[in-house]
């Protein structure tokens, strides 16, 4: 079955330092890959999304990015956080008609 | 509105009890997945589903594809139990690429 690794679990980070946020999956291959976000008190809300190596989708207009460098990495990038950015982030696999899988998640908090 | 709606939002139970948590939604779907979220943050798949009834351990989850409705059941339930439970909804179409679109979750505390 599909692996997901996602770190840092924790990350506190001054406003306008940047960021960068790792996921890679192991047990599959050309996968589709997807950031989401949760704000507190809110429901998981999807970032971007890539249906192949350096194919970005973006949901949402933000202050972050997102690369997929290979086929089973997907980062997500920012130049300068905002407190907003504050939340925790998640990456997950999915293909189509079958089961999704998460990553543990990193909580980011904008000091 | 949201496309995908759950209730409650909080749930309190003692231990042994039966719990139901429903999730309507409002678009068209592919799947429906039931997930669970710790206090950790990681979150784990329960089920997905496309029609009819699943079952798992003492949980089990129904879906009625015309009403639009699922529901997630705990049978005696136990103090472990306690967490988020998030329904979340595949859309229907060929542009969906898989993203799922996620209730805002119920928060189950179960209390010995």
């Known amino acids: 079955s599909q692996t997901i690794h996602q770190w840092p679990a924790t990350l506190v980070q001054p406003v306008g330092s940047p960021l960068s946020l790792e996921c890679t999956v192991e047990?599959?291959?050309?996968?589709?890959l997807y950031w989401y976000r949760q704000a507190a008190g809110r429901g998981l809300q999807l970032l971007f999304y890539s249906v192949g190596i350096g194919q970005i989708s973006s949901e949402v207009p933000q202050n972050l990015s997102a690369s997929r460098p290979q086929d089973r990495q997907f980062i997500l990038s920012s130049k300068k956080l905002l407190l907003s950015d504050s939340g925790f982030y998640l990456c997950?696999?999915?293909?189509?008609?079958?089961?999704?899988?998460f990553g543990q998640g990193t909580r980011l908090t904008v000091v | 509105k949201n496309e995908v709606e759950q209730s409650p939002q909080n749930l309190t139970a003692q231990e042994g009890e039966f719990i139901t948590i429903n999730c309507s939604y409002s678009v068209g779907i592919s799947a429906l997945h039931w997930l669970q979220q710790h206090p950790g943050g990681g979150i784990v798949s329960l089920f997905m589903?496309?029609?009819g009834k699943k079952k798992h351990g003492r949980l089990i989850a129904t879906i009625n594809i015309q009403e639009k409705h699922s529901s997630l059941h705990i049978t005696a339930s136990h103090p472990r139990d306690s967490a988020v439970y998030i329904c979340?909804?595949?859309?229907?179409?060929?542009?969906?690429?898989?993203?799922?679109?996620f209730g805002q979750g119920t928060i189950l505390t179960v209390h010995p």
């Open positions: 979340a909804v595949a859309n229907a179409g060929g542009t969906s690429y898989g993203k799922l679109t």
């Open positions: 047990g599959t291959s050309n996968p589709n």
């Open positions: 997950a696999c999915r293909e189509r008609y079958t089961e999704a899988f």
């Open positions: 589903l496309s029609s």
